[in-house]
C-alpha cells in the first residue's frame, strides 16, 4: 500500500533522533551497499542538496537519485530538529503567518534563521492535518510538486530515469512507493496538476515551500517555474517574497551556489 507521508518522510528524514519520538536508525532502514556514502543522515540529497533535515537513513539516497547534481537547499537551525511533512509545514506556516501580520519579508528570513525562530506547525490545521486521509493526500501532493521542481529544466531525461530505477531496486521501498515516483517521473511536467492537489491557501503555501527546498533557483527554467506556479496557486506576490525569505533563512545553499533573496 502506498504510504505518501513515510516516503515524504524519507525524501526530508523524519527527525532521525534530533527531537522526542524520533524513529529509530532500524526503523528508518539501513544505509547501505554502493548508496551507502549517500545516506547518512540525509547525506545524499540531503548532504549535498537538501541534507541535513534530521538524518532519515533511506532519506538521502532517495532523494540524492531524485535530484542529483541538481542542488537543492541544506536545511540548517532548529529545521534540522524537524523532518518529513513537519519541516515544509513548518516554514510554510512560518512565512504565512508574518505574512498575515503584515511583517516584511526580510523579518521572514531573520526569523527562520534565529535558533528559536522556527517550531512545528499548530497541529490539525491545514500545515500539519492529523487525520491520516488529510496528511496522506498532503503528502501525496508536496511528493508530487518536489519531483515537479526537480523537472523543471529537464534535468531528469529518459537516461536519467533508467538509472534511477535502477537503483530505486535496491532501497527498501515498497512496490507502491517506487510505482509512485516512476510514475511521477515519466509523465510529463504538469504544473497544473500540481496546483490542483492546493485545497486551501495554505496548502498553496506548502506546495510552493515543498517545491522550493526542492532546488536552487539558478536558471530561466526554474525561475518561470515557479512564477507560474505561484499564478496558478494564487499566491499572493508578498506571500510568495515571505516563502522565499523564509526558506533561504532557514537553510544554505548548495556548494558553490550564492544565497539570492527571491522575489
Do not use: C
Not at 488529510?134 to 510538486?145: D, E, F, M, N, W
Request: glycine content about 14%.
Amino acid at each position: 500500500m502506498f504510504d505518501a507521508k513515510n516516503l515524504l518522510d524519507q525524501f526530508l528524514g523524519a527527525n532521525a533522533g534530533n527531537a522526542p519520538g524520533a524513529p529509530s536508525q532500524s526503523q528508518q532502514g539501513a544505509a547501505g551497499g554502493p548508496m551507502g556514502g549517500l545516506v547518512n543522515g540525509l547525506g545524499g540529497m540531503l548532504g549535498n542538496n537538501l541534507g541535513g533535515i534530521g538524518g532519515g537513513a533511506v532519506a538521502g539516497g532517495l532523494a540524492a537519485l531524485l535530484l542529483g547534481s541538481k542542488g537543492g537547499r541544506k536545511v540548517a537551525g532548529t529545521a534540522l530538529q524537524l523532518g518529513g511533512m513537519a519541516v515544509v509545514g513548518a516554514l510554510a506556516y512560518k512565512a504565512y503567518q508574518n505574512w498575515q501580520t503584515g511583517k516584511s519579508a526580510a523579518q521572514s528570513a531573520t526569523a527562520a534563521s534565529n535558533p528559536a525562530g522556527l517550531l512545528p506547525p499548530p497541529a490539525d490545521t491545514p500545515f500539519a492535518p492529523t487525520e491520516a486521509d488529510a496528511q496522506q493526500s498532503l503528502g501525496r501532493h508536496l511528493l508530487r510538486a518536489m519531483i515537479a521542481a526537480a523537472k523543471s529544466d529537464g534535468h531528469i531525461d529518459t537516461t536519467e530515469q533508467t538509472a534511477i530505477f535502477a537503483e530505486m531496486d535496491k532501497l527498501p521501498l515498497s512496490a507502491d512507493d517506487k510505482a509512485f515516483v516512476m510514475d511521477e517521473l515519466r509523465k510529463p511536467l504538469d504544473i497544473d496538476a500540481v496546483a490542483r492537489g492546493a485545497r486551501t491557501p495554505e496548502e498553496a503555501a506548502s506546495i510552493y515551500t515543498a517545491s522550493l527546498l526542492a532546488i536552487d533557483v539558478d536558471n530561466a527554467s526554474e525561475r518561470g517555474y515557479l512564477s507560474m506556479l505561484a499564478a496558478r496557486l494564487n499566491l499572493d506576490d508578498v506571500l510568495v517574497k515571505h516563502l522565499h525569505a523564509t526558506v533561504e533563512g532557514a537553510t544554505e545553499p548548495a556548494p558553490g551556489k550564492p544565497t539570492a533573496l527571491a522575489g
